[in-house]
Every structure is written in structure tokens, then in C-alpha cells.
């Protein structure tokens, strides 16, 4: 058996609260299993299931009772360390135009694809985790998706909801053929327009310190800076297991700033953003 990883990111989030979970399956060599993990503004939980529990069909994820799909989530979860019980339902999903990997979709043997479900939808519903209540009405939800064999070496990955729209960008070490690049797949969706920023459209890096990156493409310059991080460690696969521990701040200080034929669009800081820099 080969080692491979698939698995969901679907984030949800109020005004006042953040929750992510990522339903993954991951095969190394002779073993699979799979796993939930639940995380929430300062909190990370991990909870393994023998892998004969998980099915998969294209738009739904179930792992024993917990279901994750376009129409929502539903969440039961008893172990010693975490208690999970509720229900989301999702409004309509907004997926991209077209495959967020681009012309990347058709190479083969890549270490990590991603894919994009739906960058806005609306949230509501409930979830009591370890006794605390989540509470989800007229909130937002986004949807991401995994698969390969391991996650970039380095990487930063970003995602956030704001008044006018929603963005996400990932900048990754990407290995291709005995070389390496920067890979860059972004997305913003501002006042009902959506630009994409990414490699096969000519996007490069032309700055990256002290957690700030900026990515030019054309016209386009998005401006990311993480400002504080909460980061919660979170399992990430390397060759399939999940072995490698990240950090991920699901609620954080971020700044983000978007130019057009420099002109700014929108410039703002959030203490809601989501954030993984493992550079």
C-alpha cells in the first residue's frame, strides 16, 4: 500500500468564535487510519478511528456517526479527553470558477494537490465541545480539501472572512522533478469580483520576512502579515502518517493589504484570521 493522506479543512466562524474540523484518512505503507481533528480559537484536539469506519463519496465525508459534506456537519465525539455533540447546516457553497491548481491538476505525481469546495457560505447551528457552546448563526464557512503524500516542507497558508469578501493564499516549497519552486495559489473575493493569484498566472514572491509576504502577479500585489499567532499544534502528514506536528492559529492578528495598478482596494487588520507559517 502506498503512503497517501486525503482529508477536509471546513472552517466555521462568528463574530465571536472559531471552529475547524478536518476529517483525514492516511495510508503508510501497512497501516491506515483516520482521524477528526477539532480546533477551535485556542484548542486542538486529535481523535483517531480505525480506518473500516471512514467512507467517503464526492461531496461527503462520514467517520462513524460525524458527517462533513456541502449540506453540513454533524459532530459526536466521546472519548476521555473530548466530548463533541451538534449539528451546522450550511447555506449555498460558493465553489471557484475553475480548479484552484490550475493546468497543476494534470501533473502527476505531485506531494501535495489542493482543492477548493467553497471560499464563502453561510453557517448555522450548534456545537457543545467539553461542555462549552459554540454558537453559529449568519456566520461564515469555508471549505478546503488535501491529498498526496505529504505536506509542503515550507509553507504559509492564510485564510480569512471581512466585511466585503473572503481571501485565501498559500505560498508553498513545492518539489517537481528533481527541482524546487515556489508554488502560489490564491484567491479574494471582494465586492463580488474574484481574483486569482497563482503560479500558472505568473504570481512570484517578492517578499517574505518577518512573517510578511508579498505576491505580485500583473497588476495584482497582496500584502500578508501575520501580526500575533495563538498557534495550536495540528498533525500534518509526512509520507502519508500523520507524525508531523504544524502550528496553526485559527484565530489570530493578521494584516492584508490588495492593490490593483497600485491603487488599494481594501487594506485592514483582523484578529480573525487563520494562519499557518511554517517557514
Not at 505580485?216 to 501580526?227: A, C, I, P, T, Y
Amino acid at each position: 500500500m502506498h503512503h497517501s493522506f486525503y482529508g477536509w479543512y471546513l472552517k466555521c466562524q462568528s463574530d465571536t468564535q472559531t471552529l475547524a474540523v478536518i476529517p483525514a484518512i492516511h495510508n503508510t505503507g501497512n497501516k491506515r487510519a483516520c482521524s477528526i481533528q477539532v480546533i477551535t480559537d485556542n484548542h486542538a484536539w486529535t481523535i483517531m478511528f480505525p480506518a473500516d469506519v471512514f467512507q467517503r463519496t464526492k461531496r461527503n465525508i462520514m467517520i462513524g456517526e460525524n458527517r462533513f459534506g456541502e449540506k453540513g456537519i454533524a459532530l459526536s465525539i466521546h472519548t476521555p479527553q473530548i466530548t463533541v455533540k451538534g449539528r451546522l447546516d450550511f447555506g449555498p457553497l460558493f465553489p471557484l470558477k475553475y480548479d484552484i491548481m490550475g493546468p497543476f491538476m494534470l501533473v502527476p505525481f505531485m506531494e501535495c494537490r489542493h482543492s477548493v469546495q467553497s471560499i464563502r457560505h453561510l453557517v448555522r447551528g450548534d456545537v457543545c465541545i467539553n461542555g462549552q457552546k459554540y454558537i453559529f448563526r449568519n456566520a461564515w464557512g469555508y471549505w478546503e480539501g488535501d491529498q498526496g503524500r505529504s505536506f509542503p516542507k515550507e509553507y504559509l497558508w492564510t485564510q480569512c472572512f471581512f466585511a466585503d469578501g473572503t481571501l485565501m493564499l498559500s505560498v508553498a516549497d513545492i518539489p517537481m522533478a528533481g527541482i524546487r519552486f515556489t508554488g502560489i495559489i490564491g484567491i479574494i473575493l471582494w465586492q463580488g469580483k474574484e481574483y486569482r493569484i497563482a503560479t500558472y498566472l505568473g504570481a512570484r514572491v517578492v517578499r517574505m520576512q518577518n512573517q510578511t509576504v508579498r505576491v505580485v502577479q500583473g497588476r495584482l500585489e497582496l500584502d500578508v502579515r501575520l501580526l500575533e499567532a495563538s498557534g495550536c499544534p495540528l498533525k500534518a502528514p509526512a509520507k502519508g502518517d500523520m507524525v508531523r506536528t504544524i502550528h496553526e492559529s485559527a484565530s489570530c492578528r493578521a494584516y492584508y493589504r490588495f492593490r490593483k495598478d497600485g491603487c488599494t482596494l481594501f487594506a485592514f487588520e483582523t484578529d480573525r484570521a487563520s494562519f499557518e507559517f511554517e517557514y
